[in-house]
């Protein structure tokens, strides 16, 4: 797949981009604010988001909001260290498709990477 890497932290947004290269996946843009993930997917028209909810300029919550005003279509994993109930069900109603707590290591990457294309989880 080819994926948009979101995230305000430069040493994740790597370590993402490290993890996902080695299971075969294509990054091709990473941004650390909401206004440069919005432009990075209007340009790069990625086949999956990994977001952040804690972006410096708008919240991610509002970047998914966009995203999926931008593009319904807009296939989104929410990767966040905030987690809370009210959270989850607010980016599953806006159509995340899955929600990953950090700290995440490669086995929870790969088991949401696997539910999105739509394979078992090893």
């Known amino acids: ?31 650390g604010t909401g206004e440069e993930a919005l432009a990075a997917y209007a340009q790069a028209h990625p086949d999956l988001v990994t977001l952040d909810i804690s972006l410096p300029d708008i919240s991610g919550v509002e970047v998914l909001r966009r995203l999926r005003a931008l593009d319904p279509k807009a296939r989104v994993i929410v990767i966040t260290g905030n987690n809370s109930a009210v959270l989850a069900e607010q980016v599953r109603s806006l159509g995340a498709l899955h929600l990953i707590e950090k700290p995440c290591g490669p086995a929870e990457l790969m088991k949401a990477l696997a539910l999105v294309e739509g394979e078992p989880p090893a």
């Open 1 to 31: 797949m080819r994926i948009l890497v979101v995230d305000d932290s430069e040493p994740v947004r790597e370590m993402l981009r490290m993890v996902l290269r080695s299971l075969g996946h294509e990054v091709v843009a990473a941004a």
